[in-house]
């Protein structure tokens, strides 16, 4: 599925032009614009993964369950996870709410987090199962998220629970999962722009895999950067593996603008505009049939946007 040389010098420069329109502090709603209030790396790391790990639903939603839990962590989020004990603590966190995940599973997910700043910082700990010479983090994220769950929570689920809720934070790529929220973190923390924070030395660009949502997703499809239909991890490597042969160093530099063009409703893959709106237009590999129309009922996401991942 390898482009032509010519499309794909015309794709990058498209997508380069994109993601220059897009490389601005302000450029979108984000979650990862609680975590510039902190001026501490360590402060802002603990707070970038946090948001990262609430980053599903509706903008409005996560970025209100991000801020209640911000107010708990008070000023110094990074020293008060180190801290953090469930006995003393858990009664503050135990009235969030955030889907279908509750306030003892956010208390579970600051004991892990604390377990990792044992280590000296969320990427001290990742860096114990990284390999410089892995194809990708995919080898990484299985080791980070099954010692994250190695961590004991007796204490804050006691015996009630096979798979407590906290594991919902933790997908793996062996299971099948696109790893979107964990591979977001890892993206604001490798990246170095005007978006990401670039606070990581262990992990280079090179290896990281695009976060992949509904909008990554359909645009993806629109352009023939997957043959995959179904979300999961190989859909999100091979995404990624095409978007490496226009940049082999960052390729996930152009995941933000992908994914902003299909919150904009400017990709008109299987919809009846087509490319009218898009910025691309004359790129897609993957043609609407016929220009199928959404099917009833559902929003536009400029109707109730979702958050970015």
């Known amino acids: 599925m390898p482009a032509s040389a010519p499309r794909s010098s015309e794709l990058k420069d498209r997508l380069d032009a994109l993601y220059a329109s897009f490389n601005h502090v302000e450029s979108a709603t984000d979650p990862i614009h609680v975590a510039r209030r902190f001026a501490d790396p360590a402060d802002r790391e603990v ?31 990074a020293s008060f996870v180190r801290a953090f004990d469930p006995g003393r603590h858990g009664a ?53 998220s099954t010692r994250a769950l190695a961590v004991d929570l007796r204490a804050v ?15 793996r790529p062996s299971s099948g999962s696109a790893c979107k929220r964990l591979n977001l973190f890892l993206r604001w ?35 023939g950067l997957t043959r995959y239909t179904s979300p999961g991890w190989k859909m999100a490597a091979e995404i990624t593996a095409s978007l490496r042969a226009l ?22 893959f299987n919809r009846a505009q087509a490319d009218a709106c898009c910025p691309l237009k004359g790129l897609c590999r993957a043609r609407p049939r016929g220009g199928r129309r959404r099917a009833r009922g559902r929003r536009p996401a400029s109707g109730r946007p979702s958050v970015r991942r």
Do not use: N
């Not at 940049?247 to 409703?265: N, Q, R, T």
């Open 47 to 77: 707070i970038a993964f946090l948001a990262a790990a609430l980053a599903f639903g509706r903008v409005t939603s996560v970025l209100q369950s991000i801020e209640r839990l911000v107010a708990i962590l008070g000023p110094s989020p």
């Open 92 to 144: 503050a966190v135990a009235p969030l709410v955030h889907r279908w995940t509750r306030g003892e599973d956010i208390a579970a997910l600051l004991v892990v987090l604390r377990r990792m700043l044992e280590a000296g910082s969320v990427e001290a700990f990742f860096a114990e199962g990284f390999r410089p010479d892995a194809p990708d983090v995919a080898d990484a994220l299985e080791s980070f």
């Open 157 to 171: 689920y006691g015996g009630r629970r096979r798979r407590p809720g906290v594991g919902y934070f933790f997908p």
């Open 189 to 223: 923390m490798v990246r170095t722009d005007r978006v990401d924070f670039g606070l990581w030395s262990s992990v280079p660009a090179a290896k990281l895999i695009v976060p992949l949502d509904t909008h990554v997703i359909r645009v993806g499809r629109c352009l």
């Open 247 to 268: 940049d082999p160093d960052d390729p996930v530099k152009y995941d933000f603008s992908l994914c902003h063009i299909g919150m904009a409703e400017q990709c008109g």
